[in-house]
């Protein structure tokens, strides 16, 4: 029997055309031409023996198996360019001590450090998972190499920051629409947050905390009552509160667990709520290869997971 193998050039190239959704864009981004591209994903189909791309409009979809095999092209990839890393690195040894708040902590942490440490052995990492505040403050005490914290307008800028992403800041609501069955909800919908005679009710972090001046400064703008029926310092806390009907949260949508969902805000009333910014600040302006490497797989980490390329 005859095996097919696989060129990961050419899966790449069609995994960068579908993240991109021009496999024009796709060949200048690699350094080739479209033509060169196109011929590459001819092979791909020959290989697969399906058609792997089909017209949508002016555009291209993927078919069923095109589907399948993007998922298979991202694991290959992603082992090959593990394998490359580990090959850089193999001597890379030191120490890199992280911070993360706990919703970058809970979606980053576990696939970021399992590929770190596959790749270099010999560094050992400590993370910390903690509020804004306190990780600015461990760096600049020098007791951070590296941190991921969300920032809001006003805040003082990070030395040796680096802007990741923007975000809007989302009302969080119960994925279980049961959850909704609540005097609060009912009144929302019945009269709109203005005019209910129910405040609206607010699961959110304990003070200090900016998001929530956030949250509470749009609605006392927009003329909303509103009242916390839940805080603790704990996410997962906040998540399940949430979940139960208690109120609702707003957080960016960042790792939201399956038990909550983002918030359709049509025809409810509900204002909307500003953007936040994620920044990834390094305690040294250079900073040692184990740190940098990290910072790398983070920023990676980061923008699959909101789909940035």
């Known amino acids: 029997m005859t095996h097919v193998l696989f060129d990961l050039d050419v899966l790449r190239s069609f995994s960068t055309g579908v993240a991109l959704g021009s496999y024009a864009r796709a060949a200048d981004k690699l350094g080739r031409s479209t033509s060169a591209v196109s011929a590459q994903l001819k092979k791909l189909e ?11 409009g002016r555009g291209l979809e993927l078919t069923d198996a095109g589907q399948t095999l993007l998922a298979y ?4 990839l992603e082992i090959n360019d593990e394998a490359a890393a580990a090959m850089r690195g193999a001597d890379l040894e030191g120490w890199v001590r992280l911070g993360l708040q706990e919703d970058l902590g809970e979606s980053l942490l576990p696939g970021v450090l399992g590929r770190f440490a596959r790749a270099h052995p010999r560094v050992r990492v400590e993370a910390c998972v903690a509020r804004s505040a306190e990780l600015r403050e461990r760096l600049a005490l020098g007791q951070l190499d590296l941190a991921l914290t969300w920032e809001v307008a006003g805040s003082a800028p990070l030395d040796h920051a680096e802007h990741l992403i923007r975000l809007p800041i989302q009302w969080i609501a119960p994925a279980a629409p049961a959850a909704l069955d609540t005097t609060w909800w009912t009144e929302l919908q019945r009269a709109g947050p203005r005019k209910s005679r129910e405040p609206l009710p607010l699961v959110m972090v304990d003070a200090p905390c900016p998001l929530r001046e ?9 003329g909303i009552p509103w009242r916390h029926v839940f805080t603790s310092a704990s996410l997962a806390a906040l998540w399940a509160a949430t979940s139960a009907g208690l109120g609702l949260s707003a957080r960016p949508a ?6 909550v969902r983002v918030l359709d805000r049509t025809g409810t009333g509900l ?3 500003p953007q936040i910014a994620l920044s990834m600040a390094r305690a040294q302006a250079e900073p040692e290869a184990p740190v940098a490497r990290l910072a790398d797989l983070m920023r990676e980490a980061v923008r699959e997971n909101v789909g940035v390329h």
């Open 254 to 259: 960042f790792g939201l667990p399956p038990h």
């Open 46 to 56: 020959s290989q697969a023996g399906t058609p792997l791309l089909r017209k949508a």
């Open 271 to 273: 204002p909307a709520l």
């Open 73 to 76: 092209a991202h694991r290959l």
């Open 214 to 222: 956030i949250v509470t400064t749009v609605l006392d703008r927009a």
